[in-house]
């Protein structure tokens, strides 16, 4: 599994929908999924240490 599947595993386990809409939990997840971002590309190199 991979580590961004990980983080939205947790994400959707913990929040319930009202939160997981809410723009400081979007943005977050904007940031994961956004190739161009720096915590992206920082979950990239800590799958591929894994």
Do not use: A, C, W
Request: hydrophobic residues 40%.
């Amino acid at each position: 599994m991979e580590v961004k599947e990980l983080v939205f595993d947790g994400i959707f386990e913990i929040l319930d929908e009202e939160e997981i809409q809410s723009e400081e939990v979007q943005f977050f997840i904007n940031l994961i999924e956004s190739p161009e971002s720096e915590l992206h590309r920082k979950l990239d190199r800590l799958l591929t240490k894994i």
